[in-house]
């Protein structure tokens, strides 16, 4: 019983940066794997990011490597996706995404918790 809230979302122009807000509710994220993924219109979700909360392990796509930047902020039971260096081709929905660790691999997509999505939007 895991309920997701995306915030930050917004229109910049290309170069600008953001700051995506996933608030986590029903339960800690002490033990889960917290994702961002992201749908253009008419294209596959893709994956985007994801940390390991239990001990801050990062991923990345090669896309947005050394632009954005997982975070969390275990007080506050949330997630953080710093956005740099903007550019059109990331213009989409981003989507906060959880799901329990287990012993064995799972896949990039594979979520049990979704949240509502954030339109982000780049201009060139």
């Known amino acids: 019983q895991v309920q997701l809230v995306e915030t930050g979302g917004g229109l910049v122009q290309a170069g600008d940066s953001l700051r995506l807000t996933c608030a986590g509710s029903?339960?800690?994220?002490?033990?889960?794997?917290v994702g961002w993924l992201r749908q253009a219109p008419g294209k596959e979700r893709e994956f985007v990011s994801r940390i390991r909360w239990k001990d801050s392990d990062t991923y990345y796509t090669d896309s947005v490597k050394g632009r954005f930047t997982i975070s969390r902020d275990n007080a506050k039971n949330t997630v953080y996706l710093q956005m740099n260096n903007l550019k059109p081709e990331d213009t989409a929905v981003y989507y906060c995404?959880?799901?329990?660790?287990?012993?064995?691999?799972?896949?990039?997509?594979?979520?049990?918790?979704w949240g509502q999505g954030t339109q982000v939007t780049v201009s060139s």
């Open positions: 029903g339960r800690t994220f002490d033990n889960y794997i």
């Open positions: 995404a959880a799901r329990e660790l287990t012993a064995s691999a799972r896949s990039l997509y594979d979520y049990d918790y």
